[in-house]
């Protein structure tokens, strides 16, 4: 085979790891709640743990590679991750679990940037353009089976497969990398790695989402809420250390002189809101279809498929037409579609279960995937197009921590306002019979005491798998269940109200903000 073929399938085999596990992950989670006894709390630290380390450290891993060989940290992420895989498959408990995945976010950090890097460095400039549409294409079809392979898996009652399944692809990448890859550096590149900038991005995201979370599991009322808050604070104060840092440093790892672009800081901020709202509504979702609706895992994974396909097929199209006319129009109204689709998924209550799927999420999937597909590919042509081609690089690797790190912070401050509302509710709900809309007149009937009240909110931590004691009888069983699942989907549905909103202000920022594409200032970002 050509060397070429080689690249690709190393750096493809790589790839995937990363995006199925993260995308299978999501329809794993009803699944690991149930088998590891975890908190709604646990939940998103599960998910959240692996994106801040990758999030926080994934300029410090490509930097790395640039100095140190791009190859040799390549394979060191490879191995990292896929040991780490292992480990997580094997995880008798929550705290293990979430420990593992802090190790695969490491790992991550290493292997992610090496992809393209090495694309770049090692095959020819008539043959890049060639092989990055190969690499997209397969990655892509990765990111959709996902969470198909992640359902199909939890219904067949195996959702550790989720992370053995990067054990084969670990292997071959790493096989293949070490025989078949020549080595690169930036020969260029001199002084150290950004370490001080690292460490300060990855603490401040973590109080942050540490304080987020654990205010929402306390109570915003409870005094033992007072530390969280404190390191919520001072997570929000370490981002500005970490600004101060990387002002002072001679090897930045964030390159601070292309936000005095008005067009690059315009369209990270359209990154933070909308991919803070996508990744932190979409945590929610198959909870919602799994644990109210009745869905199973592998349904659940298959009805996001149709955003997947859309943003697959849309993508190469509408990069061509952001070519001819500019990418600003598709920035200001891809939002807005992304908006309403959350709207319309945020309408639904608690529906028929999988039969309903055409008339109750189907047309949000739908609205969600055509707003996204024509958001991505001018975003990434913005980004690295009204900088300077010499800093394309660190262009796109900025925005693209930047992604990550605004779906680690929406996804905890989402969780935290899940939690409080989700308790609220459901305390409403519960001294109140009208509230809820029983089964039968005997469960609205159903009294319910002070003590079996408190044994419910003690619980409540679990959102939608909140346990009911078996000591309740019948109809009050039914009635607590229902009421469980109502206040559920009240939450659901101000979590996708607020991602609309955040997605409406991702419009906003490119109406303010990006300029068109005929007005980039050639020197910008020097």
């Avoid at 969470?147 to 670990?170: H, K, T, Y």
């Avoid at 644990?291 to 061509?320: C, D, E, H």
């Avoid at 206040?487 to 997605?503: C, P």
């Amino acid at each position: 085979m050509k060397q070429k073929t080689w690249i690709l399938l190393a750096t493809i085999s790589a790839s995937s790891m990363a995006f199925i596990s993260q995308s299978a992950l999501n329809s794993a989670l009803p699944a690991i709640q149930e088998d590891l006894g975890a908190s709604a709390a646990d939940l998103l630290w599960i998910v959240n743990i692996f994106q801040l380390f990758l999030g926080a450290l994934i300029l410090i891993g490509g930097a790395l590679g640039d100095m140190h060989g791009r190859k040799r940290v390549f394979a060191a992420g490879i191995g990292v991750f896929t040991g780490a895989s292992v480990l997580a498959g094997f995880a008798g408990s929550t705290n293990a679990l979430i420990a593992y995945r802090a190790l695969m976010g490491l790992g991550g950090a290493l292997m992610v940037p090496g992809s393209l890097a090495i694309i770049s460095a090692s095959i020819p400039s008539s043959e890049r353009g060639q092989a990055i549409g190969i690499w997209s294409a397969f990655t892509t079809m990765t990111s959709i089976l996902g969470p198909v392979l992640g359902g199909f898996f939890v219904d067949i009652g195996f959702w550790r497969a989720v992370f053995f399944i990067n054990v084969p692809l670990g292997i071959l990448a790493l096989t293949v990398l070490l025989m078949k890859v020549p080595e690169s550096r930036d020969e260029t590149r001199t002084g150290r790695a950004d370490i001080p900038g690292a460490l300060s991005a990855t603490m401040a995201l973590g109080a942050i989402v540490f304080g987020a979370t654990e205010i929402g599991r306390l109570g915003i009322d409870s005094p033992r809420s007072l530390v969280p808050a404190i390191l919520f604070l001072a997570g929000i104060a370490g981002m500005f250390l970490f600004v101060f840092i990387e002002r002072r440093s001679p090897e930045p790892m964030v390159k601070l002189k292309l936000f005095s672009n008005p067009t690059f800081s315009g369209t990270n901020l359209l990154t933070l809101m909308l991919y803070g709202a996508l990744g932190g509504a979409l945590f929610f979702f198959p909870l919602n279809l799994i644990q109210i609706q009745g869905y199973t895992a592998l349904q659940s994974g298959l009805a996001f498929v149709p955003f997947s396909i859309l943003l697959m097929t849309m993508s190469p199209w509408v990069g061509r037409m952001s070519d001819r006319f500019g990418p600003r129009r598709f920035l200001l109204y891809g939002p807005l579609l992304v908006a309403g689709g959350f709207i319309l998924l945020g309408i639904p209550g608690i529906t028929a279960g999988v039969g309903a799927y055409w008339r109750s999420y189907f047309p949000g999937v739908l609205l969600l995937g055509t707003g996204m597909g024509l958001v991505v590919s001018p975003l990434t042509s913005t980004v690295m197009g009204c900088v300077q081609s010499s800093n394309a690089g660190i262009a796109s690797g900025i925005n693209n921590a930047i992604s990550r790190a605004a779906g680690v912070i929406a996804t905890a401050l989402l969780g935290m306002v899940a939690l409080l509302v989700f308790s609220a509710s459901l305390e409403a709900s519960l001294r109140d019979t009208s509230a809820v809309v029983p089964d039968s007149m005997e469960a609205a009937a159903a009294a319910i005491s002070e003590d079996q009240i408190q044994l419910l909110l003690e619980e409540s931590d679990e959102l939608a798998a909140t346990p009911v004691p078996d000591s309740f009888s019948p109809a009050l069983k039914q009635r607590s269940e229902l009421a469980i699942r109502q206040s559920f989907v009240q939450v659901f549905r101000i979590i996708m109200f607020i991602a609309a909103g955040l997605a409406v202000i991702s419009s906003v920022f490119t109406g303010i903000f990006v300029a068109p594409k005929k007005d980039w200032p050639e020197s910008a970002g020097e």
